[in-house]
């Protein structure tokens, strides 16, 4: 086995493990109230040893959240690249943003189904609420990378604080979306998710058709 395939096996191993890790947590939250899981009621069902777990979350919480949070980060960079070329940027971005953040999280409080039922569990808890928010930021990265690839641009600083500032503003409009309701113990999704990113976003659009315009002559990867 070459080092490339040896080190591509082991990389798989560590997404198995944290994907088995998570997807425990959140079962295990959901048949027993999230306060009473313990690390290591999750690493037991997972498989693995305590220590292991402890290399993949730092909180019970965090394991709890990653199981329907910690793909569409990395799917947001892949949602930009896979929009038309002839789309602008500003575009591309918004629309992939919608597409992760928006009627996918709102379509997942609707109903009965087991992804609902962890959005349900997710805002009847504040450290849960407040981690979910925190996970929007894993988005900066890919996003950054997806931007360079289709604007063609070198500048990563621009690139970096670009995504940074779309990630801010997704994070502000999720958290006002779960903000409690006045007077009220229960936690329940404010309003529309998508026109709440639509409007946190378009302060940034400017932004985007910027660099956009500053990189029309660069050829995108």
């Known amino acids: 086995m070459s080092a490339n ?22 079962r295990l939250a959901l048949e027993h109230g999230p306060e009473n899981v313990r690390v290591d009621d999750i690493a037991e069902a997972a ?7 402890n290399n ?20 947001i960079g892949a949602a ?11 575009e591309a971005v918004v629309e992939a943003v919608l597409e992760q953040y928006g ?44 931007i360079a690839a289709r604007t063609g641009s070198t500048d990563t600083l621009a690139v970096t604080v670009l995504a940074a500032a779309v990630s801010a503003a997704v994070r502000v409009a999720v958290e006002r979306w779960l903000h409690p309701a006045p007077q009220s113990p229960l936690v329940v999704p404010q309003g529309s998710l998508t026109d709440l ?14 660099v956009n315009e500053k990189n029309s002559g660069a050829t995108p990867e």
């Open 5 to 26: 395939e040896s080190g591509g096996l082991r990389e798989r191993k560590k997404i198995a493990t944290r994907e088995a890790l998570s997807a425990a947590a959140l």
């Open 47 to 53: 498989g693995v040893s305590p220590r292991t777990y």
């Open 56 to 75: 993949y979350f730092s909180s019970r919480e965090q394991a709890i959240v990653a199981a329907i949070a910690a793909e569409r980060a990395l799917r």
């Open 80 to 90: 930009v690249r896979a929009r038309p070329a002839d789309e602008p940027l500003a």
């Open 103 to 146: 009627a996918g999280l709102e379509q997942y409080g609707a109903g009965g189904e087991p992804t609902g039922d962890a959005l349900a569990l997710i805002t009847s808890a504040p450290t849960l609420r407040a981690e979910f928010v925190t996970t929007v930021t894993a988005i900066e990265q890919p996003l950054a990378a997806a």
């Open 197 to 210: 990113l639509r409007d946190a976003l378009a302060h940034i659009v400017p932004a985007l058709r910027e």
